[in-house]
């Protein structure tokens, strides 16, 4: 690690008298920018081999996501039959629902690369795009509205101790103890039923709520270590500095404390994504999260039943989720280690 | 300021020993200061079950420019008198009066304690846990004249500089973290933050015993250099006596959350009356004599400090110490004042093996030599411990109150 400082500067002025630290002071005009902790771990995960490669997976997974409407239109494909442009279900396919384009009957065909849906005769490509912006959207918000309630609810737990730390800890004991997919299960039908009228507001009304779902289910585990860690940062002097000072209370808790918990917040975030990826997948193949919305998951459970007539409408949904949950889960691991010193591999 | 010129004079400068100035007016008087921290039983209710009574009835001043120096083994509760001057907690009794309006610093709330906060600050013992590692030293010198917005934002970095520069670090290095430097440098930028708002008290919670000798005489010297350019008062809490005799012209030496004894740096380390100073000062490691090979008589005390939860009754020094009887059971020993600047708290004041053999408090308790009620004494009126030294005093000799 080459912190861009040498050691005889650091130690120079320590070793020597008052005059030699005075004589110090005035010829040196280039400055020396420190490094943060930060900073040391970005460029320790800049050298992580698997690390660099899974974030490219997953930039360009977000790319695809991102410009999915553009690659659309570019391949003249589209997700769904309400596009006036698009063809109809009885172009595409043949009786039966099979496709008249592409596998499994006919030959590779670029105009539909990854073949077309059976029964809808929807272009598989542009479901997965669509699907793969649905969960990367879905596992986003949920994890920031979850690091935000879990850092803040953590912070104020950990640091006023005493009554609102027992209520906070109760609370958080209370959400862990609770079944996921049982409260997922029980609203499912109360939000169908609520919204059920409007196409368009279904499709965001369950898109919110799993979102909420996932949060309401998701920001203890967070809540819970960053309590422990400011249990532990309060005590430290640093603290106590800045109260003497007449810091504002506010200003403690996200100007002092806050910095100190980038790495378990960073760590945290980094797999709490391929989480609520593989549980929205989840949720929508159990047909209790996305029903009105392309997803992979809901692609996944509608696959299945084809499965052995035609294979690749299976493999492409579950391979990218693969890929996706394997280079979050890699590259948070990679993140965590970069900002632990002790475990360099 | 002249910080630049005057520094440089400065470090031509010698560091003789601090001296006192007798006609300084206090600049914080703590009267009767108590701190009990409750102790509270496991399970779902939690009743209170006892108190650690960490500071118990603690007096004295500080004076105005000046330095005292508050010495004992750990846990006796000087860290917690420093915290409660600084109000990191509350105090459960007692009053701290501070500056020329004599605001009680015990009482007021948190919002009127914030504009006192330039006036006390405090430097911290350990320099690797006192600074945010995440900030950089501009941040952490700044964040003081910035909460109470001291000089202008566009002048903070360059009153940041010039404070870096007042204790001897390189003000170009304002944007380093404080990682990247060594322990006797962070302490100086702990002191740079404390300094920032040019407080008139400083309570320095030992603020040289994590860092190595070498570098504890530089910070030492900086602390003095300070102390005599900005008329800063320091609360000294050490348990390096060899330090406390050269910074602090004035000692009180506590046990248990009690002084034991106060005094002028004379009657402390030349004069001890109090067993426990006089087993404290024993213990220190003699170079002169190490040389010589001659052996000096070691007053060792035996067994534990006892719990602050349930301290002893009586005098809390009796079951460690080497004279005790029947009376340091019964009775507490009032905080005597025996000389101009001395006071002691104990039934057999004496210098080492000249203790007296019969309690020279029992007339003033009205009690027997064995503590028992005495009905032909009566109890002296003048034992109330104040905070400072009177005119008259108890004088040993006569064995009674007089002036020398």
């Given at each position: ?52 490669v899974c974030a490219g997976i997953l930039l360009l997974l977000v790319l695809l996501a991102v410009?999915a ?10 997700p ?33 690369p990854l073949g077309?849906e ?6 598989n490509l542009a479901l997965l795009l669509y699907g793969l912006r649905t969960s990367l959207t879905v596992a986003v918000a949920a994890t ?40 997922a ?22 898109l919110?709520?799993l979102i909420?779902?996932l ?55 980094s797999l709490s994504v391929p989480a609520y990826v593989a549980a929205e997948a989840g949720l929508s193949y159990l047909g209790i999260g996305l029903t009105?919305s392309p997803s992979l998951g809901k692609t996944v459970d509608s696959a299945t039943?084809w499965f052995?007539?035609y294979p690749l409408y299976l493999w492409a949904p579950v391979v990218t989720i693969m890929i996706m949950v394997i280079a979050l889960n890699l590259v948070g ?13 | ?404």
């Amino acid at each position: 690690m080459s912190s861009g400082l040498s050691v005889d500067e650091l130690d120079g002025p320590e070793g020597g008298g008052e005059a030699e630290r005075m004589d110090d002071a005035t010829p040196k005009t280039s400055q020396v920018a420190g490094r943060s902790p930060t900073r040391i771990a970005l460029s320790r995960l800049a050298k992580d081999k698997v690390a660099v490669v899974c974030a490219g997976i997953l930039l360009l997974l977000v790319l695809l996501a991102v410009m999915a409407p553009f690659i659309c239109d570019w391949l003249n494909i589209y997700p769904d039959q309400k596009d006036p442009d698009a063809p109809t279900p009885s172009e595409m396919l043949e009786t039966g629902g099979i496709p008249s384009f592409g596998p499994p009957n006919y030959p590779f065909t670029w105009d539909h690369p990854l073949g077309i849906e059976p029964a809808s005769g929807r272009d598989n490509l542009a479901l997965l795009l669509y699907g793969l912006r649905t969960s990367l959207t879905v596992a986003v918000a949920a994890t920031v509205v979850s690091v935000v309630v879990g850092v803040t609810l953590g912070l104020l737990a950990g640091y006023a101790k005493g009554v609102v730390d027992a209520v906070l800890s109760f609370v958080i004991d209370f959400f862990l103890s609770f079944p996921f997919i049982l409260g997922a299960l029980a609203l499912a039908p109360i939000i169908t039923s609520r919204f059920g009228g409007d196409q368009d507001t279904l499709r965001r009304a369950e898109l919110y709520s799993l979102i909420g779902i996932l949060v309401l289910f998701g920001w203890m585990g967070l809540a819970r270590l960053i309590r422990g860690q400011v249990l532990s940062l309060r005590e430290r002097e640093f603290v106590q500095a800045a109260q003497v000072i007449g810091v504002p209370t506010w200003q403690i808790l996200f100007k002092e404390l806050l910095p100190n918990l980038v790495a378990p917040i960073v760590v945290a975030v980094s797999l709490s994504v391929p989480a609520y990826v593989a549980a929205e997948a989840g949720l929508s193949y159990l047909g209790i999260g996305l029903t009105e919305s392309p997803s992979l998951g809901k692609t996944v459970d509608s696959a299945t039943v084809w499965f052995q007539r035609y294979p690749l409408y299976l493999w492409a949904p579950v391979v990218t989720i693969m890929i996706m949950v394997i280079a979050l889960n890699l590259v948070g691991d990679s993140i965590r280690d970069a900002f632990d010193p002790k475990t360099r591999r | 300021m002249s910080e630049h010129t005057s520094f440089e004079k400065q470090v031509e400068q010698t560091h003789a020993a601090n001296v006192l100035d007798p006609n300084a007016p206090a600049v914080l008087t703590v009267d009767n200061l108590r701190m009990y921290f409750p102790v509270r039983s496991g399970g779902v209710v939690r009743r209170r079950i006892g108190d650690v009574q960490a500071v118990d009835g603690v007096s004295f001043e500080v004076p105005k420019g000046g330095s005292l120096g508050l010495v004992g083994e750990s846990g006796c509760g000087k860290s917690t008198t420093g915290r409660l001057i600084t109000r990191l907690y509350k105090p459960t009794g007692g009053s701290m009066k501070f500056g020329e309006h004599d605001q009680d610093l015990a009482t007021i709330s948190d919002r009127e304690m914030k504009p006192l906060r330039r006036e006390v600050q405090m430097i911290f013992q350990d320099p690797y846990s006192s600074l945010n590692p995440r900030h950089t030293v501009g941040t952490i010198v700044g964040t003081p004249l910035r909460v109470h917005n001291v000089v202008p934002k566009n002048k903070t970095l360059s009153r940041v500089q010039e404070l870096l520069e007042v204790v001897g670090l390189n003000p170009e290095h304002y944007n380093r973290y404080p990682s990247e430097f060594s322990g006797g440098q962070r302490q100086r930028i702990g002191i740079a933050r404390a300094l920032a708002l040019q407080p008139k008290l400083m309570v320095a919670d030992e603020p040289v015993s994590a860092l190595d000798v070498s570098i504890q005489a530089q910070v030492i010297n900086l602390m003095q250099d300070l102390q005599r350019e900005f008329d800063i008062a320091f609360l000294f809490i050490a348990h390096d006596l060899a330090i406390v005799r050269h910074f602090c012209p004035e000692v009180a030496v506590m046990y248990l959350g009690k002084i034991v004894e106060i005094g002028d740096r004379e009657s402390i380390y030349s004069g001890a009356h109090h067993p426990y100073t006089q087993a404290l000062l024993s213990a220190v490691p003699d170079i002169k004599q190490a040389a010589t090979g001659e052996r000096r008589e070691r007053i060792r005390l035996t067994g534990d400090v006892p719990s602050p939860i349930n301290p002893p009754s009586g005098c809390r020094f009796r079951t460690r110490c080497p004279i005790a009887q029947e009376i340091c059971a019964k009775h507490e020993p009032p905080l005597l004042q025996i000389g101009k600047r001395h006071k002691v708290a104990c039934h057999f004041p004496g210098r080492i093996n000249q203790h007296p053999s019969t309690p020279i408090t029992a007339g003033l308790l009205g009690v027997d030599a064995q503590g028992s009620p005495d009905p032909g004494a009566s109890p002296s009126g003048d034992l109330t411990d104040q905070p400072g030294y009177a005119d008259t005093w108890f004088d040993l000799d006569s064995k009674s109150f007089g002036r020398a």
